[in-house]
């Protein structure tokens, strides 16, 4: 591939969308075009996971090595009562129409393509189109969560429609057929994103919803903006991470890291995740995730203390505490019923210096559940993380933004870009990122790394077990007895997982090659992309 114009390397959770991605590059398409062609196939063929109904956060970098952040999430109704919000478990419930806020995804898609892309959003849009009204084959990760989610499906009008035959529930290796979102997927590349947010789509939207109860209107459809964002960034094993900050959870990933870094200065090597030193990362892990749920939230309504959060300081007494054998405790959080789906994640790059990391979700499986009939359009739940806590970083409030989880990643080293990450993962992205920061140090492959046996701390909506108090560490099937042995040893107890289960995230990785111009490539084997090495 060196130095051919408009080739390129990505890596996603689906076959179909890493063939979408490469027959982009191969038209001549760039990074971004080429991430965008992955992003809208997988809206088809993973519509568990994600959804044109969602929210994305993206990262672009340019070849001068700039980075930039590209916001696309939503906020809540603007005419909200928080008080109306609270379910029988006194939380924003999980689904339904009043666990949606208002989607961001195209915004964001919209704002890529024309900022950075060479070829026409609607390029993506129809080839997903086309995807949607031949029909694409159930996968065994969407056969999966259809069944563990098929009593909510059927409680939807769109879903049932969507997602049954004649009453009976699609299974792995059906054909799903979805003609209504095909004909949206249509109208958006004839008409542009405008057409969701204040055009027909948006209005049928809107419509649905707030028959179910949602305060959403579309005027908070047409208000709706996307964020251009500068990112935060942390040294670790001699290459800079940077990740989105704002209400993404990618600062927590960073203070993490930094302490990390903290921790293999004063031990003289990188600490192995998977070996004497797994107590360590966990304790690390643990305490990022506390003061994230601590401090998360809309930084346009709640202060967030960044510049603390990853000062010297606070990092070196993470790492401190960490070696001297102090555990953080329980990793606190929502207890959620369900347990399924959550995010897909998109990484590119093309010979040119063109690199891209670009994560959407629909939250939970399937999302809200709910599936507007008139477009076919499935939406998110993304509102489901806010708290009902007066005066919590992550309030629910009118117009305001959740914590986010989505969290894209790319790497610098001396300032010129060599890597692109990305995972699914709810709150555990920052632990599946370190994991795989920390593989990649200690001289793994990209495919060597993502496929290595890890653990998680505490809960994940999508999937890995927790107890009630946070402090369980679920871990997969493969991990070394010494490793587990020191997990408990720091405090933590442990649960198993099933070997390359899904609930320890599905991570997908470019990273440049020695070869000028070649890329190294690992897609998850959890997942089901195509795993390999060499681009």
Request: net charge negative.
């Amino acid at each position: 591939m060196s130095g051919i114009r408009g080739i390129g390397a990505a890596a996603t959770p689906h076959a179909d969308a890493t063939a979408a991605a490469h027959e982009t590059f191969a038209n001549g398409g760039n990074a971004v075009d080429a991430a965008l062609a992955a992003a809208a196939m997988l809206t088809v063929v993973y519509p568990n996971q994600c959804t044109i109904g969602g929210d994305a956060i993206a990262m672009v970098g340019t070849p001068d090595g700039t980075v930039t952040v590209v916001n696309g999430s939503g906020r809540s109704a603007r005419a909200l009562n928080p008080i109306d919000y609270a379910g029988p478990d006194g939380f924003v419930p999980v689904s339904g129409a009043k666990s949606v806020t208002v989607p961001g995804l195209l915004s964001a898609w919209e704002a890529l393509a024309e900022t950075w892309g060479r070829q026409p959003l609607s390029a993506a849009l129809r080839r997903a189109a086309d995807a949607a009204e031949l029909g694409v084959v159930v996968a065994p990760g969407v056969g999966r969560d259809l069944e563990r989610e098929q009593h909510l499906l059927a409680t939807d009008p769109g879903c049932r429609e969507a997602f049954f035959r004649d009453g009976a529930l699609l299974k792995s290796g059906d054909v799903l057929n979805t003609a209504r979102l095909a004909e949206t997927l249509t109208l958006l590349a004839e008409k542009g994103a405008s057409e969701f947010y204040r055009g027909s789509i948006g209005q049928s939207i809107v419509n649905t919803l707030r028959e179910l109860g949602s305060d959403l209107t579309t005027e908070d459809f047409a208000t709706h903006q996307v964020s251009i964002e500068s990112p935060a960034s942390a040294m670790f094993a001699g290459a800079e991470y940077l990740s989105a900050a704002g209400n993404s959870q990618g600062t927590f990933f960073l203070q993490g890291l930094k302490a990390l870094d903290f921790v293999a200065q004063e031990i003289g090597h990188i600490p192995d995740p998977g070996g004497e030193e797994s107590g360590i990362v966990a304790s690390i892990l643990a305490a990022s995730a506390q003061a994230r749920d601590l401090h998360l939230g809309d930084p346009g309504h709640y202060d967030m203390p960044l510049n603390a959060l990853l000062s010297n300081k606070t990092t070196a007494s993470m790492a401190l505490s960490a070696l001297a054998g102090s555990s953080a405790g329980a990793v606190t959080g929502r207890s959620y019923a369900r347990r399924t789906g959550d995010t897909v994640a998109v990484v590119t790059a093309d010979s040119d210096g063109t690199w891209v990391s670009l994560i959407q979700s629909a939250f939970h499986a399937f999302g809200s559940c709910v599936l507007d009939p008139g477009t076919g359009v499935l939406l998110h739940n993304r509102g489901a993380s806010f708290s009902l806590t007066p005066g919590a970083a992550n309030e629910l409030t009118p117009g305001r933004k959740p914590a986010h989880t989505l969290m894209p990643v790319l790497v610098r080293h001396h300032g010129k870009l060599v890597g692109a990450h990305g995972t699914m993962g709810g709150r555990a992205q920052p632990q599946v990122h370190t994991h795989l920061a920390l593989n990649l140090a200690l001289g793994m492959t990209p495919g060597e790394a993502v496929a290595r046996p890890r653990w998680i701390v505490g809960q994940m909506e999508a999937g890995a077990a927790a107890d009630d108090d946070g402090t369980t560490i679920a871990v997969e099937l493969g991990v070394s007895a010494e490793a587990i042995d020191h997990l408990v040893e720091s405090g933590f107890r442990t649960k198993h997982l099933e070997a390359m289960d899904d609930a320890a995230g599905h991570l997908q990785v470019v990273r440049s090659s020695d070869e000028p111009g070649a890329f190294s490539v690992g897609s998850d084997p959890r997942s089901d992309g195509h795993p390999s090495d060499e681009a």
